[in-house]
């Protein structure tokens, strides 16, 4: 195949041909960049919670006043809805993964520390914490029966003692806390000015809310104390997957019959696949939204390759015409207007790239982007190699068709 | 003249259906995605009080501890209940409130009704002149009722409806969390946008359901929703009078902008004089941004908001870019019809002015069809579950700009065809026929 007689024809058609690139280029950069964005969007929708999604219910109660009675009533409320049929375990505690409200602590590795090192979230554990969130403990152990303490004697400073001996953490957080050693046994500083030694590490857990970022999202905390309904309010209760609504149902019953004086709030008792959905909802639609604009994108570009090649034909019917008198096959002809594609695709891809990079750059000065890995290019490229392919080819196809004979016409 | 080229270039579109359709359906679709991105951006990052947003101030100030002090660094976004209240005694501004978010619980007394919760707001006496709370029955509460910690409350219109069935319910009862209280007041509908009063909740949602005085909150322990921020020991008690937390939001208005410069001398100086009591541990660091400056700090508008306003305008870019193009197309192919045109008299003058209204008037199509679009996008925000859905409305203003932007959009995009169509020469193109 002749390039040269392509190129000086473009040059001739400079105009058009530089539109053309330039719709690629922008194209080439948008749609690089919305890939990027709808790929850590869907990382995110499908991130690993740690906790059995699939067999929780989440109930949130609240006291109408204060309840002066209310560690007894957490306690008989749990010994109840542990007795639902159908329940395998239920638990009290201070917050819920995809909940937003979310309790949260500076942690310093040395008691002289001016800076804390980094800041996690503190989930307070009775004896079913682990068994009824499903956490898998990877290293170390679970608490032991003696280490859970209440929650309220230690936040009012009963016995003026506020120390937290032992503590589960994350292996996300054990590895940023204490890279490449057994994070087993060591200590760190987080409510008070005594050490809390870690003696246990769970795969994973995540953070109620997006604090921090995606690199924070599980520094995590477990504490064994055991909290009551009013500070969140929030019972879990882990069943079979297929009995969530009957027990959901029941559940509500039970915590009901507790007394009037409390407020069941209906909008939070949800499943904890539905308080996960609610929490990734943003993400999704963003993630849709990209991918619509992306497809709409393409499609214009596409439209627009396809009016610009008609309108080459149709000027260059004769000296296409010319060109099959004079011995050119129908392929050589479609081929023509193939490869004078392909290098138009070509500069505007390049130049796309470019500004994909220079986009890349603005987002991640101004809105915490991280930045754009190398692989987006060449995938944008073959998107855009081939829209272009497929866009010349009806246009293409009719200037092979054009008969010989058109060379001896007049117009 | 302008009705004849617009006739012509009727004509034309009859004479070229799938490239003229082309190029509407592409002009629609830019300004359809710009529409509603340009409207999703604006409400959120509107005024919410344009009578007096440049002399309403929010006050920060350095009340942390020795303990994590990094130099340069921005003060607490709240201030302690210690502070707030001591500014608040000076009484330096016009008027000055200190506001926290809060969630109480209430006992309707009519037969039948069951008990609910809403979001309440605790404050002082200036917040609703300050913010120009407008009221429909009642007012707010006074200077007094806040120091004898009243029990008395201002409900909100949706409240006063599902407790009183929106009747004068000034001077009823009405149960909180297990207390009595005497209504002052009810609010008229108010939805400032942003919620520009408290960053640290829901900067797009309702405002609260009833507002009661901050000192009332505290004698009866109601319940506080927010942020808060503890750096000493609090002794088990963080929302205490002394407690070193910081959870409050203080807000003064002064008379005018021009007093801001001697307001922030007297937040140095009362900073100055805690550390010099022992109370401030860091160096004075004091902030005081109006209303906008404060929206402009806290990032208001969600980066991915203003992420697809950008996206939106990239789009049309491109639609534009591919408009040209086919303009392009179009008025080449008829290079004959204009040399006939030219040769019979036409200025290049009016073979440019007829190839630009042409353009328009694709624009003007395009901007009809984009109209619905915008409309049908901004459809499609209000089923998403953000809290600032349901207000994705198009206004007069949104209407008027779609019309401006995909005619201008389009004229500009027809400058190039037209100055190409322009240049044709008569004496070639009346030649090859």
Known sequence: MEIRPILSTLRRHKTAAALIVLEIALTCAIICNSLFMISDRITQVFETSGIAEKELLRLQIVSIGNDAEQDARTRADLAALRAIPGVKAATVLNQVPFGWSSWNSGIRLKQEDERPMLNATTYLADEQFVDTLGVNIVAGRNFTADEYREATDLLNRIGNDDSVPVALITRALAERMFPGEDPIGKEFYAWSESPTRVIGVMEHLVRPNTLGGPSAREYTIVFPLRTHYNLGGNYLVRTDPERRQEVMEQAKQVLRAGGNDRILMEENSLTMEEMRSKFHSGSRSMAWLLGVVCVALMLITALGIIGLASFWVQQRTKQIGVRRALGATRGQILRYFQTENFILASIGIAIGMLLAFAINQVLMGKYDTARLPLYYLPTGALMLWGLGQLAVYAPARRAASIPPATATRSA | ?433
């Open chain 2, 1 to 433: 003249m302008f009705s004849y080229y617009f006739n012509l270039a009727l004509r034309s579109f009859r004479r070229d259906k799938a490239l003229t359709a082309l190029m509407v359906l592409a002009i629609a679709l830019g300004i359809g995605a710009c529409m509603t991105t340009l409207t999703v951006f604006r409400i959120l990052s509107g005024d919410p009080i344009p009578t007096k947003s440049d002399r309403l101030f929010y006050v920060q100030m350095d009340a942390g501890g020795k303990q994590g002090f990094v130099p340069g660094e921005e003060p607490a976004d709240q201030l302690t209940r210690f502070d707030s209240e001591a500014l608040l005694r000076e009484k330096r501004g016009l008027r000055q409130t200190m506001t926290t978010g809060g969630f109480v619980k209430i006992s309707p007394e009519r037969e039948g009704q069951v008990p609910f919760t809403t979001d309440a707001r605790y404050a002082t006496a200036d917040f609703f002149a300050m913010f120009e709370v407008p009221m429909l029955y009642g007012s707010g509460w006074s200077h007094a009722d806040d120091e004898n910690r009243a029990r008395t409350v201002v409900l909100s219109k949706e409240v006063n409806e599902r407790l009183f069935g929106g009747a004068n319910s000034v001077g009823q009862r009405v149960v909180l969390d297990r207390t009595e209280f005497t209504v002052a007041g009810v609010m008229d509908y108010w939805r400032p946008t942003p919620r520009f009063y408290d960053m640290t909740t829901d900067r797009f949602s309702e405002s609260e359901g009833v507002f009661v005085p901050f000192s009332t909150s505290r004698d009866l322990n109601l319940d506080r929703q927010g942020n808060i921020d503890c750096w000493g020991d609090t002794g088990g008690d963080s929302t205490g009078p002394n407690a070193p937390c910081a959870w409050i939001q203080y807000w003064v208005e002064l008379e005018s902008a021009s007093q801001a410069g001697a307001y922030r001398d007297y937040l140095a100086n009362y900073s100055e004089q805690q550390r010099a009591a022992g109370r401030f541990e860091r160096p004075t660091n004091v902030r005081l941004r109006n209303v906008m400056e404060l929206l402009e700090h806290f990032r208001v508008v969600p980066n991915d908001v203003v992420m697809q306003l950008w996206l939106g305008f990239g789009f049309l870019l491109v639609c534009l870019v591919n408009t040209i193009g086919l303009l392009l197309a179009k008025f080449l192919r008829r290079g004959s019809e204009i040399g006939v045109r030219r040769a019979l008299g036409a200025s290049r003058r009016a073979i440019f002015a007829q190839c630009l209204v042409e353009a328009g008037t694709v624009g003007l199509f395009g901007g009809v069809l984009g109209l619905g679009l915008a409309l049908l996008g901004l459809w499609g925000v209000r089923q998403q579950p953000a809290s600032y859905a349901s207000l994705a409305h198009l206004d007069g203003w949104m209407l008027l700009l779609t019309f401006v932007l995909a005619l201008v959009a389009s004229v500009l995009a027809g400058v190039l065809p037209a100055w190409r169509a322009m240049q044709v020469t008569p004496a070639m193109q009346l030649k090859s026929q």
